[in-house]
């Protein structure tokens, strides 16, 4: 019979010993990465049990027909944990854990990210040609549950190590993942092609040839039934509203009151044109995050990018938004040839600077389609370089590149930074 060795001697695991004991978890002994606590003993919050606390080597000398039960309650605790153990050389089947939770490949969309929008579900990033789908059919709970049948399936694979659609995907990692957690709770993203939606403007990355084409799609659902619908089959977590202008929907009212009154955690897309009180309402509850594509530095770059002039009124009203002290980003989308120069990057971090909470660094996805030229990485080290001297947070969507280009962007980051880049 296995010997079992529960590893990390704290609190929870003072206070869920005698649930453990019910399940038929009772250790041998304990053993902690706190050198402190070694050869002392371990008892449970009742006093009832007590265990000797050992040093790893030495709990499997003792014992070595043996399993290794994992008691943190934090899945980066339990990650640093599993890693730490197989580095040392235990196998992989000597690991367990108390939680509800496994050591295998995923990826944090594929759990639980819905992409919807014009004419289909998707499970993770919508650039991503493999990724999980379901064609839009009119009955949007029917379309949910069968794409957590495909995620479902996805995951057995993953777990069993057998080839997937999601093999190359560079979110594709070995981590610690809730077990039976697909769909159970979604961040849900609606992107476009909403009836009744539009936008009061004519971005050139949204309005190239590809983009047109997928926004003239209409799936024939509006964003208040397709969030009605959703909250209906599955807790929704998180909101993302990307569907034209928010501000200028025929919904606007009834949209916020439902996020208001379901208390959904909501970012909001928009472009700054009209102030919404609602929305700086929701701010100042710490229930919405507004995030806004501003792109430019400067009046005329910024007229060229979005074909309208307006720049002064959209930075009136993001100081608005900016004094509810909720969360504000803003965005900067590098494009070449247009808004690729220090003027405009130097006058968007000002910007920021006094306005946001963080940045965001994004590219045209329709453009990068080997990789990204030397000027464009010089303006993205550039980027990188006057944020860290206004003490601005960078967050990159990585999501825009592919897995060469981010890798590459990431070192420039980690560089120049000197630290890990945080990925949306």
Same mark, same amino acid.
């Given at each position: 019979?296995?010997?079992?060795?529960?590893?990390?001697?704290?609190?929870?695991?003072?206070?869920?010993?005698?649930?453990?004991?019910?399940?038929?978890?009772?250790?041998?002994?304990?053993?902690?990465?706190?050198?402190?606590?070694?050869?002392?003993?371990?008892?449970?919050?009742?006093?009832?049990?007590?265990?000797?606390?050992?040093?790893?080597?030495?709990?499997?000398?003792?014992?070595?027909?043996?399993?290794?039960?994992?008691? &943190?309650?934090?899945?980066?605790?339990?990650?640093?944990?599993?890693? &730490?153990?197989?580095?040392?050389?235990?196998?992989?089947?000597?690991?367990?854990?108390?939680?509800?939770?496994?050591?295998?490949?995923?990826?944090?969309?594929?759990?639980?990210?819905?992409?919807?929008?014009?004419?289909?579900?998707?499970?993770?990033?919508?650039?991503?040609?493999?990724?999980?789908?379901?064609?839009?059919?009119?009955?949007?709970?029917?379309?949910? &549950?069968?794409?957590?049948?495909?995620?479902?399936?996805?995951?057995? +694979?993953?777990?069993?190590?057998?080839?997937?659609?999601?093999?190359?995907?560079?979110?594709?990692?070995?981590?610690?993942?809730?077990?039976?957690? !697909?769909? +159970?709770?979604?961040?849900?993203?609606?992107?476009?092609?909403?009836?009744?939606?539009?936008?009061?403007?004519?971005?050139?990355?949204?309005?190239?040839?590809?983009?047109?084409?997928?926004?003239?799609?209409?799936?024939?659902?509006?964003?208040?039934?397709?969030?009605?619908?959703?909250?209906?089959?599955?807790?929704?977590?998180?909101?993302?509203?990307?569907?034209?202008?928010?501000?200028?929907?025929?919904?606007? +009212?009834?949209?916020?009151?439902? !996020?208001?009154? +379901?208390?959904?955690?909501?970012?909001?897309?928009?472009?700054?044109?009209?102030?919404?009180?609602?929305?700086?309402?929701?701010?100042?509850?710490?229930?919405?995050?507004?995030?806004?594509?501003?792109?430019?530095?400067?009046?005329?770059?910024?007229?060229?990018?979005?074909?309208?002039?307006?720049?002064?009124?959209?930075?009136?009203?993001?100081?608005? &938004?900016?004094?509810?002290?909720?969360?504000?980003?803003?965005?900067?989308?590098?494009?070449?040839?247009?808004?690729?120069?220090?003027?405009?990057?130097?006058?968007?971090?000002?910007?920021?600077?006094?306005?946001?909470?963080?940045?965001?660094?994004?590219?045209?996805?329709?453009?990068? #389609?080997?990789?990204?030229?030397?000027?464009?990485?010089?303006?993205?080290?550039?980027?990188?370089?006057?944020?860290?001297?206004?003490?601005?947070?960078?967050?990159?969507?990585?999501?825009?590149?592919?897995?060469?280009?981010?890798?590459?962007? #990431?070192?420039?980051?980690?560089?120049?930074?000197?630290?890990?880049?945080?990925?949306?």
């Amino acid at each position: 019979m296995k010997q079992i060795i529960f590893y990390g001697a704290d609190e929870w695991a003072a206070k869920k010993l005698g649930k453990w004991a019910e399940q038929g978890l009772v250790p041998a002994c304990f053993c902690d990465s706190d050198i402190r606590k070694h050869y002392t003993q371990f008892s449970s919050v009742d006093g009832s049990a007590a265990y000797e606390i050992l040093p790893l080597l030495e709990a499997i000398r003792r014992y070595p027909d043996y399993d290794i039960y994992l008691t &943190y309650n934090t899945l980066q605790a339990l990650k640093d944990t599993t890693v &730490y153990l197989l580095t040392v050389g235990v196998h992989m089947n000597r690991i367990k854990y108390c939680q509800p939770v496994e050591w295998r490949k995923g990826c944090h969309d594929l759990d639980n990210l819905l992409w919807f929008g014009r004419v289909v579900l998707r499970a993770c990033c919508f650039s991503s040609a493999s990724a999980p789908s379901v064609p839009y059919s009119g009955n949007l709970q029917s379309d949910f &549950y069968e794409l957590k049948k495909l995620r479902e399936a996805i995951t057995e +694979k993953l777990r069993n190590n057998e080839p997937t659609v999601c093999d190359g995907c560079p979110h594709l990692r070995y981590d610690i993942w809730k077990k039976n957690n !697909v769909n +159970k709770s979604i961040r849900l993203s609606l992107y476009g092609g909403f009836k009744g939606e539009r936008c009061n403007f004519k971005c050139c990355y949204c309005n190239s040839q590809e983009n047109l084409k997928l926004s003239q799609a209409d799936n024939g659902i509006s964003l208040l039934e397709a969030i009605e619908q959703l909250s209906s089959v599955t807790e929704i977590t998180l909101l993302m509203l990307n569907a034209g202008e928010i501000t200028i929907s025929p919904n606007v +009212k009834e949209l916020l009151q439902l !996020v208001k009154t +379901k208390k959904i955690a909501t970012m909001l897309l928009t472009n700054g044109f009209v102030f919404n009180e609602d929305i700086a309402d929701l701010m100042r509850m710490g229930r919405a995050s507004v995030n806004v594509s501003l792109d430019a530095g400067t009046p005329e770059t910024y007229a060229k990018i979005k074909g309208v002039d307006c720049f002064e009124k959209v930075l009136h009203n993001l100081a608005e &938004y900016s004094s509810t002290g909720g969360y504000l980003a803003l965005k900067y989308i590098l494009l070449e040839g247009v808004n690729d120069n220090e003027a405009d990057i130097n006058g968007f971090i000002q910007i920021a600077s006094r306005l946001a909470k963080t940045v965001v660094l994004s590219f045209d996805t329709f453009k990068i #389609k080997n990789q990204l030229s030397e000027h464009m990485l010089n303006m993205t080290s550039c980027f990188f370089n006057k944020a860290r001297s206004a003490n601005l947070p960078v967050t990159v969507d990585l999501n825009t590149l592919g897995p060469v280009q981010g890798d590459t962007v #990431k070192s420039l980051y980690n560089r120049i930074q000197n630290t890990h880049l945080p990925n949306l």
